[in-house]
């Protein structure tokens, strides 16, 4: 686990949680030193894309079996900046695709729907 990815679980409010329909979810809260406010923008700070789906990323590895990788990210969409502070909701929806897993995942706030993606797993190769 890298910087980025200790500091976004260190965010986390509490475990994943599974809801009765299936859905992964956890809560975080960035403080307003996290690192990856750091330029992100100065004097006006916002929680960077790339957190988001770290976040969605680690939500929906707590429930993959076997060694993945993420293959891609699909159809994103954000739509709400996330300020310091403000408690975010990343929820996962996984489903298989031939070989692949996908996890349909959404980040929401106070303020309604934030971000939107679908991001793809794809079984670990092994180098020969």
Same mark, same amino acid.
């Given at each position: 686990?890298?910087?980025? =990815?200790?500091?976004? *679980?260190?965010?986390? /409010?509490?475990?994943?949680?599974?809801?009765?329909? %299936?859905? /992964?979810?956890?809560? $975080?809260? $960035?403080?307003? %030193?996290?690192?990856?406010? +750091? %330029?992100?923008?100065?004097g006006?700070?916002?929680?960077?894309?790339?957190? +988001?789906?770290?976040?969605? +990323?680690?939500?929906?590895?707590?429930?993959?079996? %076997?060694?993945?990788?993420?293959a891609g990210?699909?159809?994103?969409?954000?739509?709400?900046?996330?300020?310091?502070? =403000? #408690?975010?909701?990343?929820?996962?929806?996984?489903?298989?695709?031939?070989? #692949?897993?996908?996890?349909? &995942?959404?980040?929401?706030?106070?303020?309604?729907?934030?971000?939107?993606?679908?991001?793809?797993? &794809?079984?670990?190769? *092994?180098?020969?």
């Amino acid at each position: 686990m890298n910087r980025i =990815e200790e500091e976004i *679980s260190r965010a986390a /409010l509490a475990a994943v949680a599974e809801e009765d329909d %299936g859905r /992964l979810l956890r809560r $975080f809260r $960035f403080s307003p %030193g996290f690192v990856g406010f +750091q %330029g992100h923008f100065p004097g006006y700070p916002v929680v960077p894309a790339i957190v +988001q789906l770290l976040a969605a +990323q680690g939500v929906a590895l707590s429930r993959l079996s %076997g060694t993945v990788r993420l293959a891609g990210v699909e159809n994103a969409k954000f739509l709400i900046q996330l300020r310091p502070e =403000e #408690e975010i909701v990343v929820s996962c929806r996984l489903r298989h695709r031939g070989e #692949e897993s996908v996890a349909h &995942a959404q980040v929401d706030c106070v303020r309604g729907l934030a971000a939107v993606f679908d991001l793809i797993f &794809a079984p670990e190769r *092994s180098r020969s």
